[in-house]
């Protein structure tokens, strides 16, 4: 597996690349800041009150399936389809996806984006954090938008759902990444939704996002990011499947394996909302 260059257009970009970039026609950028509940924090709000300049606020919750009691599943190809060219994003356009976090939500909508046959799209390394502490510019105003047509073909493979991870524990050829912090991953601390069962999937191995980034919230450079799945004892020769509690943080490992050249890999969508709410499940702890 080759490293990965600092900027690839496809995975990972830096501030600097981004202001070099930030005037071309074609390149459109995405807020796609979103918070746990927990915090209080309103990302619409936070988007209107500072974004880069050009940006469009992509909405994790609202552009997802609501046929599904899951929060925030993948949408339906026509949704985001719809919401997109709504957006002004669409064919021929260079898309880099930043949140107020660093690195958190934004590998989410990078993996949606993948999941729609969309490639030349990047997540901003180290996010709105970064540009500002850097004293680049932001904005307060909206962004104007024209509809851009959008041609989708969705990437199958890069999604898994139950039947399909409980038949990969089972067999366990492939890996099963969890992103969540050790203690949630052992069943020591009580998930923060209500009503799901504390643990983890049987034969799945425990990497917390947190481990794959720097201090400042960047992702760490290919060769540490290999060490750090090694180190969890991960074996890089087989597929993965990424987990986490609802499908968020498990979009950082598959941008991460993706970063290292690892191509066979998928996202357990339902993730630990889904598994932990069934009690005919198997989990493991510890």
């Not at 943080?249 to 598959?254: E, F, K, N």
Request: charged share 25%; proline share 6%; glycine share 8%.
């Amino acid at each position: 597996m080759t490293p990965a260059p600092q900027d690839d257009p496809k995975t990972l970009v830096s501030t600097e690349w981004l202001a070099q970039h930030i005037n071309d026609p074609d390149l459109r950028i995405i807020d796609a800041s979103w918070h746990m509940e927990a915090t209080g924090r309103d990302a619409k709000a936070e988007y209107a009150a500072a974004h880069i300049p050009g940006a469009r606020f992509f909405d994790i919750d609202d552009i997802s399936d609501h046929r599904s009691e899951l929060p925030h599943m993948a949408p339906p190809v026509e949704k985001f389809i719809s919401r997109m060219r709504a957006m002004g994003v669409g064919d021929g356009h260079q898309v880099v996806i930043y949140d107020t976090s660093g690195l958190f939500s934004a590998a989410r909508v990078w993996w949606t984006f993948r999941l729609m046959g969309k490639m030349d799209v990047a997540v901003l390394d180290g996010g709105l954090p970064k540009w500002q502490a850097e004293g680049r510019e932001i904005e307060d105003m909206p962004t104007m938008v024209r509809d851009r047509h959008i041609t989708v073909q969705r990437q199958s493979g890069l999604v898994k759902d139950v039947t399909q991870v409980a038949q990969a524990s089972k067999l366990a050829e492939t890996e099963i990444i969890d992103a969540r912090a050790a203690n949630r991953f052992k069943g020591e601390a009580a998930e923060p939704r209500p009503g799901l069962r504390a643990g983890h999937i049987p034969n799945s191995k425990n990497l917390p996002f947190a481990n794959l980034l720097n201090a400042n919230g960047t992702m760490k450079a290919p060769d540490a990011l290999k060490s750090a799945f090694t180190a969890a004892g991960i074996d890089l020769s087989k597929p993965a499947i990424t987990t986490c509690g609802s499908g968020i943080t498990a979009a950082i490992l598959s941008l991460a394996l993706e970063r290292i050249g690892h191509r066979n890999h998928s996202l357990y969508d339902g993730s630990w909302t889904e598994w932990g709410m069934f009690e005919d499940l198997p989990l493991a702890k510890g």
